[in-house]
């Protein structure tokens, strides 16, 4: 058995910099975006992008089907077993196809009533041009988690990075032949497409030893992907809760003014998602040990690096931001700004426990982890949905923060119950 401190290999900081890396790179991208958009289109249009992206990324967690998570989780499984890893792969991506073009398909013919719900023709718009990107983000998100379950973890920093780069080009693209914003959403199904051929180039699922174990592995990612996407689903939805709810009850104009601030709440929490998407498959192979106390004493280690980054970044970003506020629309910045404190303290909590909040997934335990999330995402819709009417933006912000800090609890609680570790990972049993 591999002692804690192997685990927190030159590989494992090798990972953590190449991903943070390309996290560096999503960031500054999409403030370069955001300020564009606003710069260029007007923070009206700004906020039915946002809308858009919102929409499209909780709409792709039911394109993949929670199948990327069961491939991750079977490729670390396996992943000295050449035979399997080749099955648990193709099979993977064969459902992402079967389930990708339908989700493509329903999303497409929703757009309109979509657009109705958020009371805005451009979002029903610009979520129709995105649609088709369900099906290849799909594919992709599958065959990231192959590479996330062999530690490849180089290659999956580069696709990521790609993507990002390949939305901001064509938004200057739409800016440059002048189409209307809502076209920006197609940004996000040609990003797919680009990405798409180089990521299956890099997994090469074509490749190993054949056997006959197809038919099983099918059965098996169907099995964990149906008890797993309420907690992809969630997940994503989770962070995106605030934007999504004050569509409803709010105008574009304000709904860009709070998502100006979540770009930067969002790139914050993703942090510690970096750390996660690192830690995730040496989770695997921790549980597989049968070892509580060295999960324990590795959990502790990973979310007090966690913290440590994530208070740096978050008062680095804190401080920095008034000063953005002469290079955009007048009120913008201003009007952020308590969103964004109110915010950041929340999530400061939470930091530390995101790089092991999927740990049941890894476990084996999609159902529980869904039902942890469940709980989670609850308890932010309702306080989203008491405090939006009666603050505005003002109440987003508190009611996100509050459901941050909840989530930390109820993870520890999941963790001592179904885990067995007394107390969770901060317990002393």
Known sequence: MAGTQSRLDRKFLGDSAWNYAAFALMAATGVVLNFFIAAYFGIETLGVFNQIYAVYVVTAQLAVFGIHDSAQKYIAEYV????????????????????????????????????????????????????????????????????????????????????????????????????????????????????????????????????????????????????????????????????????????DHDVGIYSFAALFIEGLYQVPVVVRTVVNPMLVRLIGDDAPGELRTFARKVMAMSFVI?????????????????????????????????????????????????????????????????????????????????MGIEGAALATAIAFTCSALTLNVAVHRWLGLRGGFVGVG
Do not use: C
Request: overall charge neutral; aromatic content about 10%.
């Open 310 to 390: 994530f208070a740096i970044t978050a008062i680095a970003v804190v401080l920095i931001f008034p000063y953005l506020a002469p290079y955009f629309p007048d009120g913008l910045v201003d009007g952020s700004y308590p969103v964004l404190l109110t915010v950041v303290i929340g999530l400061g909590i939470y930091a530390a426990f995101i790089p092991v909040d999927f740990v049941l997934l890894q476990a084996g335990m999609p159902g529980r982890q869904s039902l942890l999330m469940t709980a989670n995402i609850s308890i932010n819709i309702a306080l989203n949905a008491v405090l939006i009417p009666l």
């Open 80 to 251: 000295e077993q050449a035979d399997q890893r080749r099955s648990i792969a193709l099979s993977a991506i064969l459902i992402a196809l079967a389930f990708g073009a339908s989700a493509a398909v329903i999303i497409y013919l929703s757009s309109s009533g979509i657009g109705t719900i958020a009371s805005s023709e451009s979002v029903g718009a610009g979520v129709a041009l995105a649609a088709p990107g369900l099906l290849f983000f799909a594919l992709n998100k599958v065959l990231l988690g192959i590479l996330n379950g062999e530690r490849r973890m180089r290659a999956f920093a580069i696709a990521q990075g790609g993507r990002v780069l390949s939305i901001l080009t064509f938004t200057g693209l739409v800016a440059l032949m002048n189409w209307p914003g809502y076209v920006l959403g197609a940004g996000f199904s040609i990003a797919e497409m680009i990405i798409i051929g180089p990521v299956i180039w890099a997994v090469k699922p074509w490749t190993g030893v054949s056997d006959s174990n197809l038919r099983h592995w099918l059965n098996k990612h169907i099995n964990f992907g149906y008890r797993a996407i309420a907690n992809g689903f969630l997940a994503e939805s989770y962070i995106r809760v605030d934007v999504i709810m004050l569509g409803v009850f709010v105008s």
